[in-house]
């Protein structure tokens, strides 16, 4: 077998080998920009290594890990068991999982709705479809309009777990492309309800939330994210196939650094530490 033909077998059997001094992330939406303004700063120290990243979900980018086609996923959600189960049937490994900043879930409304808080409970009855008017939780007399992320988005799946407790959303939740475009149907909305991450909340208002009817009303700031107290606090993480080596290893270091996680609250979200 010639050289060229040798190459191009290996090329076959190893298609999401990334070119040397380059560093692909695929993942989370929420992440996403965390994630771009990380590359750039990091590419900006001149240590010759390319960061590429991109979104389409955290299920879109576990799927990519496990299909071998990003060296890291970002992802809003832990993985889930079957997907380290089809992680170690291609690569004899369940994954390494790295919590590299904090974030909590917030709940959007319009900045004209006069609502101010709402418990879990309320908050799965909106989403499930059991409360449909504002008036139910102390609002304006108004059909309730809920904005819902896709099934492949870890926001999504948080959401289903932490609060709906895996229960089906309404059929009137309207299915959003990412949180910006939540954000977008909440700001024009007047009666609308979202989700997503802290950092995405602009020209909109976050509902402070009650972990239980009696408990006190939290928002999603720095303490209460950090100490738990906050119900929808949440992890974001980084996976990746193996303990990071060589280039991957320098930028996560850097990434879980002081100067990496200034970038963490730059953004809108927590640091880890």
């Not at 190459?7 to 771009?36: E, H, N, R, Y």
């Not at 904090?102 to 908050?123: F, H, M, R, S, W």
């Not at 304006?140 to 904005?147: L, R």
Request: aromatic share 8%.
């Amino acid at each position: 077998m010639t050289t060229a033909k040798l190459l191009a077998a290996l090329a076959a059997f190893t298609p999401a080998l990334a070119q040397a001094g380059t560093i692909t992330i695929k993942g989370s939406d929420t992440m996403v920009i965390l994630g771009q303004r990380w590359a750039e700063d990091y590419m900006k120290k001149g240590t010759g290594t390319a960061i590429q990243v991109t979104g389409g979900g955290s299920g879109t980018g576990i799927s990519a890990l496990i299909n071998g086609t990003t060296d890291i996923t970002q992802s809003s959600r832990a993985m889930k068991d079957a997907e380290k189960e089809k992680l170690k049937e291609k690569h004899a490994t369940t994954g390494v999982e790295i919590p590299v900043a904090k974030d909590g879930l917030a709940i959007y409304v319009n900045q004209a709705n006069p609502i101010k808080e709402l418990t879990i409970d309320q908050l799965k009855k909106i989403y499930m479809g059991k409360i449909t008017n504002w008036k139910e939780v102390g609002g304006p007399d108004a059909k309730i309009v809920v904005y819902s992320r896709e099934n492949s988005s870890g926001t999504y799946v948080f959401f289903k777990d932490n609060v709906l407790d895996g229960a089906d959303f309404t059929t009137r939740a309207q299915t959003m492309p990412g949180t910006a475009a939540v954000v977008n149907a909440v700001s024009k909305e007047k009666n609308g309800i979202g989700y997503g991450g802290a950092a995405f909340a602009k020209a909109i208002k976050i509902l402070m939330i009650k972990g239980s009817p009696t408990g006190p009303a939290v928002a999603p700031d720095l303490v209460a994210v950090q100490d738990g107290s906050y119900p929808l606090a949440r992890p974001l993480f980084f996976y990746l196939r193996a303990n990071p080596t060589g280039e991957t290893k320098a930028f996560i270091d850097w990434v879980l650094s002081k100067e990496g996680q200034s970038v963490v609250s730059q953004v809108g979200y927590f640091p880890v530490k």
